[in-house]
Antibody
Framework: QVQLMQSGAEVKKPGASVKVSCKAS????????IHWVRQAPGQGLEWVAI????????SYAQNFQGRITVTRDTSTNTIYMEVSRLTSEDTAVYYC???????????????WGQGTLVTVSS | EIVLTQSPGTLSLSPGERATLSCRAS???????LAWYQQKPGQAPRLLIS???DRPPGIPDRFSARGSGTDFTLTIARLEPEDFAVYYC????????FGQGTKVEIK
């Protein structure tokens, strides 16, 4: 069965960086784009980034340009998201999610990871 | 950027009642690029229905969606106890954006 397994919760100080992982299984890793979506406490969903596991450059939301880097490791079927220069406003649950259609960036998100809570606090 | 505005913010209903949730887009868009998700506390969102794929396997047919242009609606025909949750609309035709959510609570 399709699974997206994310790394565990993180606590970071302002100004630090955090790297969250999303390991895919149960399907052909390179066939489906992966997104990152975040949710601040008590708030809604915010799209962060997209990556094509088969290649090409990731795309990032305007709000995060220059602070977020998404990478892939096809040997381990894992997507990574690194956020730098953290502030308290980055405190959120970060989800990875899979595009439903094969090789498409224009379909809904059919599978989600369990979420990774990143807390930024001094 | 397409902004999605959901209403109402909270819907208070009883089990068995019909729920109608609204999602308004800031510009015209195709219903083929609109999806609805359900989220329960402490859980990841779950895809309910979309223009691209209709209802995924396992989603009951009491959930339906319609709309065109800028106005879209999710209807839950008869609320079951497990349907009380937060619902988000999402567009994926021009970048990706979500509405702010509608909470369906037990009256």
């Amino acid at each position: 069965q399709v699974q997206l397994m994310q790394s565990g919760a993180e606590v970071k100080k302002p100004g630090a960086s955090v790297k969250v992982s999303c390991k895919a299984s149960g399907y052909t890793f390179t066939s489906h784009y992966i997104h990152w979506v975040r949710q601040a406490p008590g708030q809604g969903l915010e799209w962060v980034a997209i990556i094509n596991p088969s290649g090409g450059s990731p795309s990032y939301a305007q709000n995060f340009q220059g602070r977020i880097t998404v990478t892939r490791d096809t040997s381990t079927n894992t997507i990574y998201m690194e956020v730098s220069r953290l502030t308290s406003e980055d405190t959120a649950v970060y989800y990875c999610a899979r595009e439903a259609k094969i090789s498409s960036a224009y379909s809904p998100f059919d599978y989600w990871g369990q979420g990774t809570l990143v807390t930024v606090s001094s | 950027e397409i902004v999605l505005t959901q209403s109402p913010g909270t819907l208070s209903l009883s089990p068995g009642e019909r729920a109608t949730l609204s999602c308004r887009a800031s510009q015209r868009m195709s219903s083929a690029y609109l999806a609805w998700y359900q989220q329960k506390p402490g859980q990841a969102p779950r895809l309910l229905i979309s223009g691209a794929l209709d209802r995924p396997p396992g989603i009951p047919d009491r959930f339906s969606a319609r709309g065109s242009g800028t106005d879209f609606t999710l209807t839950i025909a008869r609320l079951e106890p497990e349907d009380f949750a937060v619902y988000y609309c999402q567009q994926y035709g021009t970048s990706w954006t979500f509405g702010q959510g509608t909470k369906v609570e037990i009256k």
